[in-house]
């Protein structure tokens, strides 16, 4: 790897920023990112102003995420030219890199349009910055890399939790939903070994680490190219790794596995199965439905219907007692009617999720509803919609958090609180935030904890056991 040197006339460490637009597979590809800076030498600066390189790593399942992309990158490029002439304190150069779904997607196109990126990265490309690096400082010319050179390799990386990890163990999607963007900027299902993810996993047990988290664009369609296990068998190996491992290191390491993204479609009993008897697996669930309506989620091209879903979710909370569910949801897709959005809010009742994330439509680039349908819902009847579906659920979150006051429940706690330093905050299995009382040596620890108190996100308990 090159050395410090790298960084033409410095005298101390050069400094990285990395800023990270999206979801958990951003956030663990800037770990990653994080990781081979380190490895060369780098250190983390506190923000652009006196770093050596800045990676923006992007988002693109929103179309918004552009125009914050290139605000940013407008402003770094004011950052380069003051530093260029003086003006700004830090090293007279700087780098600026773009990486991520955008990268992927528009490669070239973004130096085209902002000349102060020094170099762009797709999202298989990571393990190619080190190089990238050295090339841009020497010839002093721009490079484009999105080739498909998928590597899972996240041992370096600079994980920015010490309780939670994340561990992908596959990248891409092959279902073609209308609306998303995903399989022209992360391609098609590449799936990594169960051996190397079993192994990772360990690892981070024996470093710590008391949670994990699967990573993948369509989680539960993983399986495993050599020996064809699929997803569930994959939880159960974990679940006996774990097990047959705390007797034989003589800790436990990680005590929950999570698992994100999934697929209705790809839902199986035997999944549900798993989480019922699987003692790590966590009693969550986030599954994605977006439409209440079957007509759009005909034409979103979901291969589900809203009954089929209400099965599977019966079927879920039956065998996994107390399980948390939490889904994704679109309003204002191109023909949406009034009665289609009803459709949503009445599958949303029906449900009672413990949480979702909700979205207005946006059209992407290179997705089929842009090509096969108008963008017809006003922007402002998006709005309404979203604002409407967000109060219904705000409403039955806080129904459900008062009714955990007076119960009991374990709580992986995870940080300080939010809400007051003087308090400690975590997870229930079910992925529920409950503080606490707690000083910050409790981070990391498991404690019992009796729910007292309830606001509209979170609740508030004591502990009533010993830290484990």
């Known amino acids: 790897m090159p050395s410090t040197e790298a960084v033409p006339g410095s005298t101390t460490a050069p400094r990285y920023w990395i800023k990270t637009y999206g979801c958990q597979m951003n956030v663990h590809d800037s770990e990653k990112y994080a990781g081979l800076l380190t490895e060369?030498?780098?250190?983390?600066?506190?923000?652009?102003?006196d770093a050596d390189v800045v990676l923006v790593n992007t988002c693109s399942v929103r179309e918004r995420a552009e125009d914050k992309l290139f605000s940013?990158?407008?402003?770094?490029?004011?950052?380069?030219?003051?530093?260029?002439?003086?003006?700004?304190?830090?090293?007279?150069?700087?780098?600026?890199?773009?990486?991520?779904?955008?990268?992927?997607?528009?490669?070239?196109?973004?130096?085209?349009?902002?000349?102060a990126v020094d170099f762009v990265i797709g999202t298989r490309a990571i393990q190619t910055l080190p190089d990238i690096l050295t090339d841009v400082r020497k010839t002093g010319q721009p490079c484009v890399n999105t080739k498909d050179l998928v590597d899972f390799e996240s041992g370096g990386a600079a994980r920015l939790d010490k309780v939670r990890a994340f561990v992908t163990i596959m990248e891409g999607c092959n279902n073609f939903c209308s609306f998303c963007i995903v399989p022209?900027?992360?391609?098609?299902?590449?799936?990594?070994?169960?051996?190397?993810?079993?192994?990772?996993?360990?690892?981070?047990?024996?470093?710590g680490y008391r949670e994990v988290s699967l990573l993948g664009q369509n989680v539960n369609s993983w399986?495993?190219?050599e020996s064809g296990m699929e997803f569930p068998e994959?939880?159960?190996?974990?679940?006996?790794?774990?097990?047959?491992?705390?007797?034989?290191?003589?800790?436990?390491?990680?005590?929950?596995?999570?698992?994100?993204?999934s697929h209705p479609k790809d839902l199986s009993r035997r999944l549900i199965d798993v989480m019922a008897t699987a003692s790590t697996v966590a009693k969550h669930l986030h599954l994605p439905v977006q439409s209440g309506s079957d007509r759009i989620l005909h034409n979103m091209n979901r291969h589900y219907t809203a009954a089929s879903y209400l099965e599977q979710v019966a079927a879920l909370r039956a065998a996994v007692p107390g399980v948390g569910l939490s889904t994704d949801l679109i309003v204002g897709f191109p023909g949406e009617t009034d009665e289609d959005f009803e459709a949503t809010l009445e599958l949303v009742r029906t449900v009672e999720y413990d949480s979702f994330y909700s979205f207005e439509y946006s059209p992407r680039p290179n997705t089929a509803a842009v090509t096969q349908y108008e963008d017809d819902v006003p922007a402002e009847l998006k709005r309404s919609r979203l604002l409407e579906l967000q109060r219904t659920g705000q409403y039955i979150q806080a129904q459900h958090n008062a009714a955990w006051v007076g119960k009991e429940t374990?709580?992986?706690?995870?940080?300080?609180?939010?809400?007051?330093?003087?308090?400690?905050?975590?997870?229930?299995?079910?992925?529920?935030?409950?503080?606490?009382?707690?000083?910050?040596?409790?981070?990391?620890?498991?404690?019992?904890?009796?729910?007292?108190?309830?606001?509209?996100?979170?609740?508030?308990?004591?502990?009533?056991?010993?830290?484990?």
């Open 40 to 49: 060369m030498g780098y250190v983390p600066a506190d923000g652009p102003e």
């Open 72 to 115: 940013e990158l407008g402003r770094l490029r004011i950052l380069k030219e003051q530093r260029a002439s003086g003006e700004s304190e830090g090293p007279a150069e700087i780098l600026v890199g773009v990486t991520g779904c955008i990268a992927q997607q528009r490669g070239g196109e973004i130096i085209d349009r902002q000349p």
């Open 184 to 207: 022209s900027t992360r391609g098609l299902e590449v799936y990594r070994p169960a051996d190397d993810i079993v192994d990772e996993i360990r690892g981070l047990g024996l470093r």
């Open 223 to 225: 399986v495993d190219a």
């Open 234 to 261: 994959l939880l159960l190996a974990i679940d006996e790794s774990i097990e047959r491992n705390a007797q034989l290191d003589g800790q436990r390491g990680v005590e929950r596995v999570r698992f994100l993204t």
């Open 410 to 468: 374990d709580v992986l706690i995870d940080s300080i609180s939010k809400r007051s330093e003087s308090d400690v905050g975590g997870r229930t299995s079910s992925n529920h935030i409950v503080n606490m009382a707690g000083e910050s040596t409790l981070i990391g620890k498991i404690v019992d904890v009796r729910v007292v108190s309830h606001a509209a996100h979170s609740m508030y308990g004591e502990i009533i056991s010993e830290p484990r």
